[in-house]
């Protein structure tokens, strides 16, 4: 118990140094309070945003933009992944366009999906989905290209089938990577949606620091940067059990 209290507080080092600072800079000039205001007065206005409901609707628009895009990319991604890591044909064929559309940037499309699907939730979840389809769908074609190559020949030498292969070999192997690919998909939906909802959104966590900056509440700016920081953590954290309960095979290193 000894032990786990100290590595606790050693993980907690940094932000609780990370806050003392933020709160005691502005009070002792050392940076603008108007433009950095004390941590606490985040707080507060935190919790007036918590407590009129505002923080609530909005970040229920942005969650529901952004998992639902990061959904929709995962559920195409992996199993195309599959399909283009196992069969070199495949790979050939889409493999120029693949690097074609892998080196241009999400926000970068932003206009083109606005003016294709205008500035509804329609645009903002393609968005989303587009910019979380790539870290999924490479990781899973190295993933099962980087595959044991012993493990799959001892596999084919017991007359395995190609589903069995994939079942007992290929997708166990492929995990560890595949949830590497789906961890940062999952960052790059939040931040990818915070930027799409600066344009053109009424609601949402980027909706709110935009609105925020603009009629100069700041306190509120970082109360909506703070959520955000805090969704993407916790995000990130259910990811990690995830994929720790599907890996559960694996040695402890």
């Not at 409901?53 to 639902?68: C, D, E, I, K």
């Not at 366009?97 to 499309?109: D, H, K, Y």
């Not at 560890?176 to 931040?191: H, M, N, Y």
């Not at 959104?201 to 620091?209: C, D, E, F, R």
Request: hydrophobic share 55%; proline share 6%; glycine share 8%.
């Amino acid at each position: 118990m000894g032990r786990r209290l100290r590595a606790a507080a050693l993980r907690s080092a940094a932000l609780v140094a990370l806050l003392a600072f933020w709160e005691t800079a502005p009070r002792l000039g050392l940076v603008d309070a108007t433009f950095l205001p004390p941590v606490s007065e985040v707080a507060t206005a935190w919790w007036d945003l918590l407590g009129n409901g505002q923080l609530g609707q909005h970040t229920r628009a942005s969650l529901a933009r952004s998992f639902g895009g990061f959904g929709i990319a995962v559920v195409i991604a992996v199993p195309l992944g599959l399909l283009i890591g196992w069969y070199r044909p495949v790979a050939a064929l889409l493999g120029p366009l693949l690097e074609v559309f892998r080196n241009t940037a999400a926000l970068a499309l932003l206009p083109v999906f606005v003016l294709l699907l205008g500035i509804g939730e329609t645009s903002k979840v393609s968005i989303v989905v587009y910019a979380c389809l790539w870290p999924v769908l490479l990781n899973t074609i190295s993933a099962v290209g980087n595959a044991d190559p012993t493990l799959v020949r001892l596999a084919r030498s017991m007359d395995l089938s190609t589903p069995r292969l994939f079942q007992k070999v290929i997708l166990p192997s492929s995990v560890p990577a595949i949830f590497t690919g789906i961890r940062l998909a999952g960052a790059v939906s939040i931040l990818v949606l915070v930027a799409a909802e600066m344009i053109g959104a009424k609601a949402g966590l980027g909706y709110l620091i935009n609105a925020s900056q603009y009629n100069f509440a700041i306190p509120q700016m970082y109360a909506g940067i703070i959520t955000i920081s805090a969704v993407g953590v916790a995000f990130n954290q259910l990811l990690v059990t995830i994929e720790r309960r599907l890996s559960t095979w694996r040695v402890p290193a």
